[in-house]
C-alpha cells in the first residue's frame, strides 16, 4: 500500500505571473529545510475527447455530437508506477485503473482521441520520513509553464485520516518557511472528496491519479483569474 | 498479435483430449470460468463503430478484469494460405469498475457469455494456450450462477499464441505442428470457418482411453 500522500499547487496572487523563479524558490526551501535532492520525476495527463460519427444526411456530410458521452476524459500516467494507467471522468467520479497498455486499446477503439499531453516534471526530495517533488507543469511540446505543484509523501502511514495532522503540521512549516522568500503567491492544498470516487481511507495509486486531476482543475483555474 | 485456431469437439470426447493434451504439455489443466461481456460503442460515438471485450475469470481466487481488443486480422495471399488465423489483439487488465466505465463513456452490452471449462498453458515452440469450454448464456442479466449451456453437447476447442510481426511464422509453423496431434480428436481451423466434428473422434478417444493416453505418444 503505498504512503499517503497530499499535491498541493502554486497559487499566484492577482496580477502576479508565474515563473520559474519561484520554483527555483521552491526547491531551495526543501533544501534549507534540510531535504536532499535524490531524482528527477515526471507524472503526465493526457487529455481525450470524444469523436463524433460523420453521417450523410441529404447529401452532406454532417457531425453529430455523441449523446449522453463526457466531453473529456483524462489520463494519467505516474511517475511511480510506470506499469499502470489511469483514466479518470472528473464529472461522473469515476477513475478506473489499467495498465500501460490501456492507451492502445483506446487508440484501437477509435471513439476518444488524445488531443494534449501535459506533464508534471521536476525534482525529488528526502526529508526524514518524507518526500518532496516539486515541479513545474508544461504542455508536452512546449516549455510553456503552465503552474507550479509539489506531492508530500509521509512514508510510515497509508491512512489519509491518521496522516492529516502530521500533513498539516508539515504543509505550516513549509507555508513558514517558504514566507520567508517573500514570493508574489502560495502553495495550496485542495482536499479531494475521495469517498465520491468510491477510494477508502487507504491510500491508494487511484488517489493519486484523482488528486493530479483536481490539482490540474485548480492550476487551470489559477492561471485563468 | 497473435495466432489463433478454433474447433468443436462432442462433449463425451473432452475427456480423451484432456488426457492427450496432459499428455502433450506435461502441465495440471487449470479450471476456467471466464464471464465475457461485448460491448458495442453507441450511435455517433467514434470514427466507426467498435467493439470492446470484457473478460473475468470467476475460477481464479482473486478475479479480476482485462479489457480485450481483439483487432483485424492480418490479409493478404500469405495470410489465405495458411490455416491459422494471425490477428492484433490488445489488452489490459483493469479495476472492478470498469463495466460502469465503459457505460459511462457511451458503451452499450451487446451480449454477454460464461465459457466454462479448462485451460492448459504451457511452452511448445510458442507460448500456448488450450482451452476446452462450453459456451453458456445467463438468463438474467449478469446471473452467472443460473447460466445454462447453449450448445449441450458440443464444446468448443481453442488454441493462441502470442506472436509479433517478426516472429509469427514460427508461431504459425508450431501452431501448425501442435494442431496435427489433436488431429484424430478435432479439426482446428480459422475462427468461423468450423469444419465441425471429425469421424474419427470416437475411435480416437476410446484408442487414448484404453491405451492410458499420454503413454501412447
Redesign the interface.
Known sequence: MPPAKWLMHWHPNPGATLNSQILAEACGCAESLGGTKDGRWKTSIFFYR????E?SASGAQQQ???????RE?LGVALHERPGL?F?I?RT?R?????????P??ME?????KGRVALNFEGFQYQLGDFCLRIGKCVPNNSETLRGIMMEVEYYPLSSIEKSRAIMVDFFDIWQETLAKKALPGRFIHVESNFAEF?LSDHYSY?HTAVQYAICLQQLMTAVRS | MECVVQGIIETQHVEALEVLLQGLSGVPKERVRVHELCLK????????S?E?RLLCDLAQPTPSWI?R?V?GSMRGTGAEQISILVR?I??????N??L??FY???YKLDHEILKVGFAFRFQRGAQFTVTVTSANKMPKLHATDEAVQVTPGIQLVEITAPCTANNYPDVVSAVTSFCEFLAPLLHLSKPGNSTGIVPTAGAAAASLMSSGGAKTL
Open positions: 470524444p469523436i463524433a460519427r453521417t453529430q455530437q455523441p449523446p449522453d458521452v463526457p476524459l494507467y483514466s471522468l461522473q469515476l477513475v478506473l485503473q489499467a495498465d500501460a497498455a490501456f492502445q486499446v484501437k477503439l477509435q471513439s476518444y468510491g487511484q | 460503442s453507441g450511435p455517433n460515438l467514434g470514427v466507426v467498435s470492446v479489457i481488443h483487432g492484433t490488445v489488452e489490459s487488465k483493469a479495476s469498475n470498469v460502469r466505465y459511462t463513456i457511451g
